[in-house]
């Protein structure tokens, strides 16, 4: 069964991949219901609702609302193709708060 991952598994390939990018302070790149997102990512861990989520200000990509350059959640689970870019960023968010009240339990944070 090579190549199948249990649920704990994958989430915590996840948490490990979003941290890394978090801890390096480097892009994120995916794709979220269908679009290109690049997100400079700040937090990841569980929101007030109970769903892993990721908070981040979109810096490129596709957006259908045009989101960009503000800190929102990203659903994890809605995350395709997730990759670390080689591009670094320098945190200057001036909403983002380490505390984030939109998050029960954070993982990992800048």
């Known amino acids: ?28 790149e995916f794709k979220y219901h269908g679009l290109k997102r690049v997100i400079a990512p700040y937090a990841h861990g569980v929101s007030s609702r109970g769903t ?20 929102k959640l990203w659903a994890v689970a809605d995350m395709v193709d997730v990759r670390i870019s080689e591009v670094s960023f320098m945190p200057n968010d001036p909403g983002y708060d380490p505390e984030d009240s939109g998050m029960r ?6």
């Open 1 to 28: 069964m090579a190549g199948r991952f249990t649920p704990r598994e994958v989430s915590a390939l996840r948490e490990r991949t979003l941290c890394e990018a978090i801890r390096r302070r480097h892009l994120l």
């Open 52 to 71: 892993e989520v990721l908070r981040g200000v979109q810096v490129a990509g596709d957006s259908r609302s045009g989101g960009f350059n503000f800190g």
């Open 105 to 110: 339990e954070i993982h990992c944070r800048i």
